[in-house]
């Protein structure tokens, strides 16, 4: 019989090899929106992680007639009010399309606003929210934290986004020193997949 399938439907090359990892051994068949290229761009226009990932894997699930995987993730920083939020991915982006929101350009905005921002009070975490949507319409939703502290300068190779400037206190580390197996046991993702995973064991069968 022929391994079940499921598609990341995501485009970011980070995530996809996080998800990879995170997802070996379960015999399931991972495709990714690269093997979809005539697909068309999914808006995240939600309020809420939660909506944008729901949404997301929804409507790949939709395209696709196969169960699709939507992460939506990002940082929320407690000094920012929770910003840059459902934002992360774009957050250097000026209103009128300007700058590029590259993670280098986001995390740098990241650091100007927090410039003279004392150590105790830049705490801050990952969140992460992952759903699956199965073609008949069923939706399961799990989710995921890695709490911190924003650092005053960038460090470490590995990783993306906002690794290099995300200070994990468990390893007391930049998150980009981590090595990705060490990330994959503690990241927002990792976690919100943990949860996830289980109910992938479960439904497996019907995918
Ligand atoms: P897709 O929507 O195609 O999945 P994306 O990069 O737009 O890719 P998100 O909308 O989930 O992904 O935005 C998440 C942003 O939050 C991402 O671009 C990073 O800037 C940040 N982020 C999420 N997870 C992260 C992680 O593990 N490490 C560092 N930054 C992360």
């Known amino acids: 019989m022929a391994a079940p399938t499921l598609v990341m439907a995501t485009r970011n090359a980070g995530k996809v090899r996080e998800l990879r990892d995170l997802l070996q051994g379960l015999g399931i068949e991972l495709l990714s929106l690269a093997d979809f290229p005539d697909l068309p761009e999914i ?3 939600g309020a809420t992680f939660l909506e ?10 939709r395209l696709t007639h196969l169960p699709a ?14 910003r840059p939020g459902v934002f992360s991915a774009r957050y250097a982006q000026d209103r009128t399309g ?50 911190g502290y924003i650092a005053n300068e960038p460090k470490g190779e590995h990783g993306f986004g906002y690794d290099p400037v995300f200070w994990v206190p468990e390893f007391g580390c930049h998150m980009a020193e981590l090595e990705p197996a060490i990330k994959n046991r503690i990241s927002h ?18 995918l």
Request: aromatic letters at 6%; a negative charge.
């Open 98 to 147: 300007g700058a590029i929101p590259s993670d280098a350009n986001n995390w740098r905005k990241l650091l100007e606003e927090m410039q003279g921002i004392p150590w105790e009070e830049r705490w801050a975490r990952f969140v992460c929210e992952i759903a699956l949507a199965l073609p008949d319409g069923r939706i399961f939703t799990a989710q995921g934290e890695c709490p």
């Open 43 to 45: 808006p995240e226009e």
């Open 69 to 82: 995987l939507a992460d939506d993730s990002g940082l929320e920083v407690a000094a920012l009010e929770g």
């Open 189 to 206: 993702r990792a976690r919100a997949l943990a949860a996830l995973r289980e109910i992938l064991v479960s439904i497996k069968d019907e």
């Open 52 to 61: 944008n990932a729901s949404f997301k894997a929804k409507e790949v699930a």
